[in-house]
């Protein structure tokens, strides 16, 4: 196990690139109190505590950002494999969940984390059952999350818990989000989804939920609700919350794209689990232009089944480029930054996603003296990272600083985490 590591640290020779960069440029980066406190010309700064010294082989990238998982559903991985959505959630999925307590939701997410922390993932945005017990895991093993207790129905005690959950958790050590978490609207009743934009409103929370993610969900509004999904949500009052992450949108209707175009709301495209489900192509590029906000996640280990953000950043690029027979369309640069500070800011953390003075420390470190980058060069490195690149090559990751991950080592204990993750897998299924 891994010393995460304290104090000052200069990231010496390293190759910078985030999503605001035109190209890459070799630089020391300096960081303290979990902070950048300089960026210089490469051998420009001096040491003062730890050094890392990439050689002018090593990338330095903003941590990646997960939005949209379920972070313990790594328990589930493989059930109820090649089924459609409702029939895999009815079937195999709810009657499983309907066992997990806070012991199995614990060390799921710390598998979660091991997997997602050695591919490059700093950040996660997680919707599921006991939260408390996530959030202790995203604690203990230094990430950053953002954490709403998924709600199905109008369950009173399940809403005393995840407005208990932000008292305790949101803005706790810089790391911590809260957001309120109606499943669905095939899920969850107008009048609630109502009564639960007032309460984002009211306690400064962001709101999470899953929205138009098969071509059912469009039909039920239509059949069932009697309405269009955006009167839906200016009735309801959700496009008026603070944050509004829209999971998913594969089926979001073109003449509604403008009015999706705000600050304050982000469409979070989970490609992988989408093809694996059958769910349909995402109009990412549409979206984009008409100026919506655009993030990523894996969805849950149980419906990708992999929590592999650099995966989801080439086949987000690939889908879009096929599906319009347009090769120039999702630029790894747009890729690089849904997958970095688009995340980050959906999920609260204004601060998190590009390499700036100010900006808080969340990195992947990228191994570029690998066969496949050869012939990389500053202009063209975005291209290599996300067309040749693999999450194999990431070497380390940190947050706030602090080393979460670093050449096969992780600051937690790997071994007892995947046999405690073992042993609540079997519980759930025997």
């Not at 559903?73 to 459609?84: I, Q, S, V």
């Not at 195999?92 to 799921?108: H, N, Q, T």
């Not at 380390?396 to 080592?409: C, D, F, H, I, P």
């Not at 985490?417 to 759930?428: K, N, T």
């Amino acid at each position: 196990m891994m010393d995460r590591g304290k104090g000052a640290l200069l990231l010496r020779n390293v190759v910078l690139l985030d999503g605001s960069m035109e190209k890459a440029r070799a630089a020391d980066v300096a960081v303290e109190a979990g902070r950048i406190t300089a960026i210089e010309e490469a051998g420009n700064l001096l040491a003062s505590g730890e050094v890392f010294d990439g050689r002018g082989r090593i990338a330095l990238l903003p941590g990646f950002v997960n939005a949209h998982s379920h972070s313990a559903m790594t328990l589930l991985r493989g059930l109820g494999e090649e089924r459609p959505l409702m029939e895999w959630l009815k079937d195999r999925i709810w009657p499983v969940e309907a066992r997990l307590d806070g012991d199995a939701a614990y060390w799921g997410t710390m598998l979660a984390v091991l997997e997602m922390a050695s591919t490059g993932t700093t950040t996660f945005g997680d919707m599921y059952f006991f939260m408390d017990d996530v959030a202790r895991a995203a604690e203990v093993s230094g990430m950053r999350c953002g954490l709403c207790r998924g709600l199905i129905g109008g369950d009173e005690a399940k809403l005393a818990e995840a407005l208990a959950l932000a008292d305790v958790w949101h803005g706790r050590e810089g790391r911590f989000s809260v957001q309120i978490g109606p499943h669905a609207p095939y899920t969850v009743d107008p009048v609630t989804l109502t009564r639960l934009g007032a309460l984002a409103k009211e306690r400064g929370l962001g709101l999470h939920l899953h929205w138009l993610e098969t071509a059912w969900e469009r039909d039920y509004f239509r059949t069932e609700l009697k309405r269009e999904p955006m009167e839906l949500l200016e009735e309801t009052g959700l496009l008026e919350v603070p944050r509004l992450l829209l999971a998913h949108g594969v089926w979001i209707d073109e003449v509604d794209f403008g009015a999706l175009a705000r600050d304050n709301v982000t469409v979070i495209h989970n490609p992988s689990s989408n093809m694996k489900l059958g769910s349909g192509i995402a109009p990412v590029t549409a979206l984009r232009a008409a100026g919506v906000h655009v993030a990523l996640g894996t969805d849950g280990a149980a419906s990708n089944n992999r929590l592999d953000l650099w995966q989801e950043m080439r086949s987000a690029s690939l889908l879009a480029k096929v599906s319009l027979l347009d090769p120039t369309v999702l630029t790894a640069r747009q890729v690089l930054s849904m997958a970095t500070v688009e995340g980050a800011r959906a999920l609260g953390f204004d601060d998190v996603g590009f390499i700036r003075r100010g900006w808080q420390a969340d990195f992947t470190l990228v191994d570029l003296d690998r066969p496949h980058y050869t012939g990389w060069d500053r202009e063209n490195l975005p291209l290599f990272l996300l067309y040749a690149g693999s999450s194999a090559d990431v070497v380390a990751t940190l947050v706030q600083g602090k080393w979460l991950y670093r050449e096969g080592s992780f600051s937690c204990d790997e071994e007892r985490i995947r046999s405690e993750a073992l042993r609540c897998r079997r519980s759930l299924l025997s």
